[in-house]
């Protein structure tokens, strides 16, 4: 009797699985511990080798934060880690997230100078618990 192997929906689910995983700063050792598995189960439910069974994958949404539709439907886009860049997208995120909201700001205003989206307007910053009121100048050519 062949062995059933996991098809289209299981490695959709072992994406979003590891998707969620990183967006929450852990490593599969780590996340291996939360769920009651060692990290090369962990790694087998990531790349859809082992299937998750429903009362695993309950108990995987409460260690991720997540729901379980967000895990086993997902919102018809292609799990993130399936693109390229997005694994950096992720970690960017997790650091992100981390900040003060005042530092948030800061970096969000210090991306769009980068990407030339920057547009002039008086701001308060907030660094450092100072107030760095400041004018945005766009330079002229």
Same mark, same amino acid.
């Given at each position: 009797?062949?062995? #059933? ?15 969620? %995983?990183?967006? %929450?700063?852990?490593?599969? /050792? /780590?996340?291996?511990?939360?769920i009651?598995v ?7 439910? &990531? ?21 379980? &539709?967000?895990?086993?439907v997902?919102?018809?886009? #292609?799990p ?14 997790? %650091? ?5 909201? /005042? ?15 920057? &547009? #002039?307007?008086?701001t ?13 100048i &766009?330079?002229?050519?």
């Amino acid at each position: 009797m062949p062995t #059933p192997r996991a098809g289209e929906i299981d490695l959709a689910i072992g994406k979003r699985i590891k998707e969620a %995983r990183i967006a %929450r700063g852990l490593n599969q /050792q /780590q996340f291996g511990e939360l769920i009651g598995v060692s990290y090369q189960q962990a790694h087998k439910y &990531e790349k859809g080798i082992n299937r998750v069974a429903a009362s695993r994958l309950v108990k995987i949404a409460a260690a991720l934060q997540v729901s379980v &539709e967000d895990l086993a439907v997902g919102d018809g886009a #292609p799990p993130a880690t399936d693109r390229p860049g997005d694994r950096m997208r992720l970690e960017v995120n997790k %650091r992100f997230v981390k900040l003060p909201t /005042q530092q948030q700001r800061f970096v969000l205003m210090f991306l769009k100078g980068l990407a030339g989206e920057l &547009e #002039p307007e008086t701001t308060t910053m907030g660094i450092g618990g100072q107030d760095n009121s400041a004018t945005l100048i &766009e330079d002229s050519p």
